[in-house]
C-alpha cells in the first residue's frame, strides 16, 4: 500500500511535459510488448494421419462400429490352469515384506484363490455388463465401452471420454460409471472408454511408433465416428498424456499420455486435449473463438512443473516460507524432503520403466508365457503404486483397497489377450527419441482444466507449478485419499471432483 502511495505521489509532482513523455513512453513500450507477443511463431503439430498394418494403406477405410462381447473357454481355462500348477516358486528372504517385490509368501496365496476360488467366467459376464464395440481406425481394431445414462428430467447430457493408463485397463472404469451415469445432479455423462491400442481387446500395431500422440488421434477420430463434436476428457497415467496433447490449444492433436513424467516416473494417465478442426489444426490463441473439441480435461494426475530457476528457488524457499512461491501447507506436507519423495522413491520406482523403455519384448516374453509371473509383475504395482508405505507390508496392503476378484480380472484382461509386450512396447514408441523436448511435451495446455492431486499420487505438483503448463486451471482439489490408481481406488472421490469441475466449467459457458 505504501509503495502505491510513493508512485501516486510521484506523478502527482510531475511537470506537464514530463506527463506526455511518461504517456507516450508507456504506449511506445506496451506497443512493442504487443507486436512481440503477436509475433511470436506459434508452434503447430499438425494432425496427421497413420496406418499401423504392415503394407499400403487402401483408399477407403471401414468406418463400421461393430458389437463385441468378452468370451472364454474350458480350452482357455485349463492352459491357465496347467500353467499355473507348473509354477516355480522361489522362497522370500526373512522379513522381506514388499521391499524386493512381490512377496512369494503372499504370491502363493493370490495364486491358490486364482486356482481354486477364482469365476473367470463370472467376471466375464461382470465385463459384459456394460456394451462393448470395436471399430477399425486406422488399421486398428480399436476396443471400447459405450455406456449411456439415465437421463432424468432437466439433465443435460455430456459426453466424456476416459482413458486407462499401465498395468490397467478400461475395467478401472467399472466402479465409477455408475456414479457418472446415474446422478441426481443437472448434468450427467454419456461415458467412452477405449483401450489403448496394444491393450486389452484393442487390436496392437503391426509397425513400430505408435506413440501417445498416434493414440490421441485416434481417439479422436473414434468420438468423431460417435458423432461427438465436443466432450469432456479424463485420465491420469497414460490417460492422462493423452489428454494433455487432446487438449493442448498450441496443440490440440498433442496427446501425451500421462505415464512418463520428470525424474521417469509412471504417468499417463492422463490423456486429455481438444482438436480443432482437422483443417485447420493448429495452436489457438487463448479465447479463440474457434469452437474447441474439448470442453474440459480432468487429471487425477498432474504431469506439469515450474523449470529451470524457479523450480530451484521454489524448493529452496518453499520450505521454510511457502507462501513466498505460492506453496500450501498442504504442498509443503507433500513435497518434502524432496531428494527423498521425488528422486530416492522414484528411483526405486522407475525400474519397469527403464526396461520397457528400452527392451519390452526381452522381459515380456517371460510374462507372456508365465501367468503367475505376470500377475506378480502387474499386482506389485497395484500395491506399491496405492501407497509406497504398502512395501512395508507382507500382503503389500493389496486388499486394503481391491478386492481379488477385481485384481485378478484385469491381470486375465492381459493373460487372454496377450498383451503385456504390446503394452510394453508404448513406453519404447515414446521414449525412444527425446522425449523431453518432443513438442506435444511443452506445449501450454490452454482448455479449462480440472486437478485432482490425490496424497499417493506417486508425484505431488503444487497448483502454482501446474500453471506453467495450464494457465486455464478452473479446480484444484487436494484429495482426502488415494494413489495412483484413482478410479479403481477411490471411485467415489474422483466422481465427485469430475462433476464439481464440470459443473463449472459449464456454468461459465451459459454465461
Not at 480432468?298 to 528457488?313: P, S, W
Request: with cysteine; proline share 5%; aromatic share 14%.
Amino acid at each position: 500500500m505504501q509503495t502505491f502511495e510513493n508512485i501516486k505521489q510521484a506523478l502527482f509532482n510531475l511537470d506537464h511535459y514530463n506527463l506526455k513523455v511518461l504517456a507516450a513512453s508507456s504506449v511506445g513500450i506496451g506497443g512493442l510488448l504487443c507486436y512481440l507477443a503477436l509475433r511470436r511463431k506459434r508452434k503447430t503439430i499438425p494432425f496427421g494421419d497413420g496406418w499401423w498394418r504392415v503394407g499400403e494403406k487402401p483408399p477407403s477405410e471401414d468406418t463400421t462400429i461393430h458389437s463385441f462381447v468378452v468370451e472364454t473357454s474350458e480350452e482357455m481355462i485349463r492352459d491357465l490352469y496347467q500353467r499355473i500348477d507348473q509354477t516355480r516358486y522361489t522362497d522370500s528372504l526373512e522379513d522381506c515384506r514388499f521391499h524386493y517385490g512381490f512377496n512369494s509368501d503372499y504370491l502363493r496365496k493370490v495364486v491358490s484363490y486364482w486356482r481354486n476360488e477364482f469365476d473367470w467366467e463370472k467376471q466375464v459376464k461382470v465385463l459384459n455388463k456394460y456394451p462393448h464395440f470395436k471399430t477399425n481406425i486406422e488399421g486398428l481394431d480399436v476396443h471400447f465401452i459405450h455406456v449411456k445414462p439415465i437421463q432424468r428430467a432437466g439433465q443435460r447430457v455430456l459426453p466424456l471420454l476416459m482413458v486407462h493408463g499401465w498395468p490397467g485397463s478400461f475395467f478401472e472404469f467399472y466402479r465409477i460409471l455408475p456414479m457418472l451415469t446415474n446422478t441426481e445432479e443437472d448434468v450427467v455423462f454419456e461415458v467412452i472408454c477405449p483401450s489403448i491400442p496394444g491393450y486389452g481387446y484393442s487390436e496392437a500395431p503391426h509397425v513400430k511408433g505408435f506413440n501417445t500422440m498416434d493414440a490421441a488421434r485416434v481417439f479422436h477420430k473414434l468420438m468423431e465416428r460417435l458423432n461427438f463434436s465436443e466432450y469432456y476428457l479424463q485420465g491420469g497415467d497414460w490417460g492422462g498424456l493423452y489428454h494433455l496433447q487432446h487438449g493442448s490449444d498450441e496443440a490440440r492433436v498433442s496427446l501425451k499420455i500421462s505415464q512418463v513424467v520428470t525424474y521417469t516416473i509412471h504417468t499417463l494417465a492422463s490423456i486429455t486435449a481438444p482438436f480443432p478442426h482437422r483443417a485447420s489444426f493448429y495452436r489457438l490463441s487463448p479465447g479463440s473463438p474457434e469452437i474447441r473439441c474439448v470442453r474440459g480435461l480432468h487429471l487425477n494426475m498432474i504431469a506439469a512443473q515450474a523449470r529451470g530457476l524457479v523450480t530451484v528457488l521454489s524448493l529452496l524457499i518453499g520450505r521454510y516460507l511457502p507462501f513466498l512461491v505460492g506453496f500450501t501447507r498442504e504442498d509443503v506436507h507433500r513435497i518434502y524432503p524432496y531428494m527423498q519423495k521425488n528422486v530416492y522413491e522414484l528411483l526405486r520406482e522407475s525400474g519397469y520403466l527403464h526396461i520397457q523403455a528400452t527392451k519390452p519384448d526381452t522381459a515380456g516374453c517371460g510374462l507372456n508365457d508365465s501367468p503367475v509371473g505376470l500377475a506378480a509383475y502387474i499386482l506389485e504395482k497395484f500395491s506399491t503404486w496405492t501407497d509406497f508405505k504398502n512395501r512395508d507390508l507382507k500382503d503389500g496392503g493389496l486388499e486394503r483397497k481391491f478386492s481379488l476378484d477385481d485384481l485378478l480380472t484385469n491381470v486375465m484382461i492381459y493373460w487372454t489377450t496377450g498383451s503385456i509386450i504390446p503394452s510394453m512396447r508404448f513406453y519404447k514408441e515414446n521414449m525412444g527419441t527425446n522425449f523431453q523436448k518432443r513438442v506435444d511435451n511443452i506445449t501450454k495446455i490452454y482448455v479449462p482444466v480440472g486437478l485432482a492431486a490425490f496424497p499417493h499420487e506417486l508425484m505431488h505438483c503444487p497448483k502454482t507449478w501446474a500453471y506453467s503448463r495450464f494457465p486455464d486451471i478452473r479446480s484444484y482439489t487436494y484429495m482426502a485419499r488415494g494413489g495412483h490408481f484413482a478410479a479403481f481406488e477411490e471411485p467415489e472421490l474422483l466422481a465427485k471432483d469430475v462433476m464439481q469441475f464440470v459443473k463449472k466449467v459449464e456454468k461459465k459457458r451459459l454465461k
